[in-house]
């Protein structure tokens, strides 16, 4: 129905918008493009928000906020959820055709990403608007209207900001994905904190460093034995048990990375010559872990806020019951269905509440193969998809026709699409379980959104026919 596009045209004009280049933009100015917006953006999570009363209370995306790139109490408040959020929106209200967009139509193209936009903008407003009245930053009722105002128009303003980052990249400005940046960004950076940090935190043990490596040095020369224990178990700190398990999710997602299928493709123009045509495992990417997680994170800022509201009716506890951790003034979930969909934190809780962990699994499994599914078609990657796409650039399976190349397609990908979606949640189940630092679907995300870059800089390296002096030379 393309009258529900349609519908939001008057709208369009009012919105900021990054005009597409009338050119190709070279190689080095994509590049310090890149550069500038991640820098705007890693700015932007270190300036505090004007107005914050307190920063004590229950923080709702405690648990995700290295996967949003989002960091508290910041113009970085929010990170990317509205922008993932809007576009898991739309792409299945597309997929399952309830809007229609026609893809070689300029305006429907145009309209439908602008209605994410919108909608972008409209769900930033809605989530500040449930962070400031739940008391994220300070009584409402002391605050007053005025003052909760104003923190909510930051945060929208912020988030706006961070849409038309993310556009300018995605117009052709920069590589890649603003959103895929941002993430990969603050995933990297919280690990290399938690890691070489030299920051001193005092504990009932002494000072120790924050970071888990430069205490594993320092404990064990200062404290020898006893140091040596404290620097792989410390409970309250990032420790060495942490990199251990961090190197074992790192290594399984690079070893993991490398699995696809090559079909050998020949050319109907050129006799003889033949190339190979990859299906990755991770068919679909990080896509069904980005979707799974702004599903989780906008779950679990509405089930806390009604929680904050009605705590104690029924419904509300069905959806989530919210128990503080001890000694802390951070909830956590303790019941209902938010107990289910949150992860365990340590290998300790699994094994203690194995009901938790075997549920939780099945559902993060059950909704990646899900979700990896249904991002291979409505991102128009199924097999019939891919056929008809190497039928028109001249190009055929060696040893299959047109007819029975689609056969072959259909026996590799369906299956590289559910099979990859079920060993990402897997992996990052167990990366959670171990207590990777950064998680393991960051540690996922991370790896793969560069091996992304990597792939897309040395593809844009071979079409510019640029050494790389050359473009060091040009970003001069």
């Known amino acids: 129905m393309v009258r529900v596009l349609r519908l939001l045209k008057p709208f369009m004009a009012i919105l900021p918008e990054i005009s597409a280049p009338d050119r190709k933009v070279p190689l080095n100015m994509k590049i310090l493009y890149t550069g500038v917006s991640l820098l705007l953006y890693m700015v932007m999570c270190q300036v505090p928000l004007y107005g914050i009363q307190s920063s004590t209370s229950s923080d709702p995306l405690y648990y995700m906020r290295v996967l949003l790139a989002s960091n508290r109490g910041t113009l970085a408040e929010l990170g990317v959820l509205p922008i993932l959020t809007s576009g898991m929106v739309f792409q299945l209200l597309a997929g399952a055709h309830i809007i229609h967009v026609d893809s070689n139509s300029k305006e429907d193209r145009a309209l439908f990403c602008g209605a994410q936009k919108l909608f972008a903008i409209c769900l930033a407003f809605i989530q500040a608007t449930v962070?400031?009245?739940?008391?994220?930053?300070?009584?409402?009722?002391?605050?007053?209207?005025?003052?909760?105002?104003?923190?909510?128009?930051?945060?929208?303003?912020?988030?706006?900001?961070?849409?038309?980052?993310?556009?300018?990249?995605?117009?052709?400005?920069?590589?890649?994905?603003?959103?895929?940046?941002?993430?990969?960004?603050?995933?990297?950076?919280?690990?290399?904190?938690?890691?070489?940090?030299?920051?001193?935190?005092?504990?009932?043990?002494?000072?120790?460093?924050?970071?888990?490596?430069?205490?594993?040095?320092?404990?064990?020369?200062?404290?020898?034995?006893?140091?040596?224990?404290?620097?792989?178990?410390?409970?309250?700190?990032?420790?060495?048990?942490?990199?251990?398990?961090?190197?074992?999710?790192?290594?399984?997602?690079?070893?993991?990375?490398?699995?696809?299928?090559?079909?050998?493709?020949?050319?109907?123009?050129?006799?003889?010559?033949?190339?190979g045509y990859p299906i990755k495992l991770f068919y679909t990417a990080t896509m069904p872990l980005m979707l799974q997680t702004a599903l989780f994170a906008n779950y679990y800022i509405f089930s806390q806020a009604l929680s904050y509201f009605a705590g104690s009716h029924f419904l509300v506890r069905i959806l989530g019951v919210w128990e503080p951790i001890p000694e802390t003034t951070q909830l956590t979930a303790g019941g209902g269905i938010a107990y289910y969909l949150s992860a365990p934190h340590s290998l300790k809780e699994a094994i203690i509440y194995p009901v938790h962990t075997l549920v939780y699994l099945v559902i993060s499994v059950a909704l990646c193969t899900y979700i990896s599914k249904l991002w291979m078609e409505i991102s128009n990657s199924t097999a019939r998809d891919v056929a008809r796409t190497l039928k028109e650039q001249q190009l055929t399976i060696s040893g299959y026709r047109d007819v029975s190349m689609v056969k072959e397609l259909?026996?590799?990908?369906?299956?590289?699409?559910?099979?990859?979606?079920?060993?990402?949640?897997?992996?990052?189940?167990?990366?959670?379980?171990?207590?990777?630092i950064g998680s393991g679907a960051g540690i996922l995300m991370s790896v793969m959104i560069v091996f992304q870059y990597f792939e897309m800089f040395v593809t844009e390296q071979r079409e510019g026919n640029m050494s790389m002096d050359a473009m060091m030379n040009g970003l001069q």
């Open 131 to 275: 962070l400031v009245f739940t008391g994220i930053y300070g009584n409402p009722e002391t605050m007053g209207t005025a003052h909760c105002l104003l923190l909510v128009a930051q945060l929208v303003a912020s988030s706006t900001l961070i849409v038309l980052l993310d556009e300018l990249i995605q117009k052709g400005y920069g590589l890649g994905s603003g959103m895929n940046l941002f993430m990969a960004a603050h995933i990297t950076q919280t690990m290399f904190w938690k890691l070489l940090s030299f920051k001193m935190v005092e504990t009932y043990r002494g000072k120790e460093y924050e970071g888990a490596i430069l205490s594993m040095i320092h404990l064990i020369l200062t404290r020898q034995y006893r140091g040596l224990k404290d620097a792989f178990y410390r409970p309250d700190l990032p420790n060495g048990m942490n990199v251990v398990a961090t190197l074992i999710v790192f290594a399984m997602v690079v070893y993991l990375q490398g699995f696809r299928v090559e079909l050998q493709v020949r050319s109907n123009r050129l006799r003889g010559q033949t190339i």
């Open 410 to 436: 259909k026996r590799v990908i369906p299956a590289a699409a559910a099979f990859g979606g079920a060993i990402l949640a897997m992996v990052s189940v167990t990366g959670d379980i171990l207590n990777a």
